[in-house]
């Protein structure tokens, strides 16, 4: 029973035959013209990204940009600069911050994002309440110290858990438990200083008076205070709303 008795099966046979080789065909040509596709663009030579805005050279241009970008945010009209593939190959072999923000923890006070910056703009720390120590310190000097770095923002902001469980410790004479107490005893001289003030919410004040307490001991730091009388870096004080999105300047505004 060969196949030569059935012309109905031998006419499939050749039919599916011929199908299969189209397609092997068709497929060839397809692999050949990716592989040429694939050598004109690597013929093509790579395009050197355009550098961005320059960044500000002095304090008082870079306080100004920061302002400019958290009113942007503010009012919700973004631009999202510096944040594409071309920024990160731009920046990836160096970089030049102008700013330094030494701000909290918490997670709904971002820098990046209140100020409306991008990849490569801005030195960021963030501590409990901004406390800091010689490790947070020498990482805030980095910047001014080896590049120029020309502005240094210390953010508190509205509603801080960390100042609140600080103040609440302080009042009560409690001990918080692990490594929170170190938090607690960076406070207590903003937290003195609220008292002193006598404001309608203590933690508040506490908050406040810790952003510029820290950059009052910033300012006269024995190896940026040169920078400062000379007027290459200015060292600011300010406080973010956390219902208005704003950041107002508290103290330290570069002449």
């Keep these: ?136 310190t020498g990482s805030v000097e980095y910047g001014p110290l080896t590049s120029g770095t020309p502005l240094i923002v210390v953010l508190g902001h509205q509603r801080c858990g960390a100042a609140k469980a600080a103040y609440d410790a302080l009042r009560d004479g409690a001990t918080l438990p692990g490594n929170l107490q170190a938090i607690v005893e960076a406070l207590q001289p903003a937290y003195k200083k609220a008292l002193k003030q006598r404001g309608p919410d203590p933690v508040d004040t506490m908050i406040r008076a810790q952003a510029e307490l820290t950059a009052a001991d910033l300012r006269s730091n024995k190896d940026l205070s040169p920078l400062v009388k000379k007027g290459s870096l200015a060292v600011v004080s300010a406080y973010y709303s956390l219902d208005t999105g704003r950041v107002d300047i508290l103290s330290g505004t570069p002449a």
């Design 1 to 136: 029973m060969g196949s030569a008795g059935h012309p109905h099966r031998r006419a499939m046979l050749t039919g599916g035959l011929a199908a299969a080789a189209a397609a092997m065909l068709s497929g060839c040509a397809r692999d050949a013209a990716d592989v040429r596709s694939a050598g004109k663009a690597a013929a093509r030579p790579r395009t050197t990204p355009a550098p961005p805005t320059a960044s500000p050279a002095t304090a008082k241009e870079a306080l100004a940009r920061l302002l400019e970008g958290n009113k942007r945010w503010v009012n919700g009209n973004l631009q999202h600069p510096d944040r594409d593939p071309d920024r990160r190959q731009f920046v990836a072999q160096t970089q030049e911050p102008y700013g330094v923000i030494l701000s909290c923890i918490d997670s709904r006070v971002p820098p990046e994002l209140l100020f409306d910056t991008g990849l490569g703009d801005l030195y960021v720390l963030r501590t409990g309440a901004q406390a800091v120590g010689p490790v947070v």
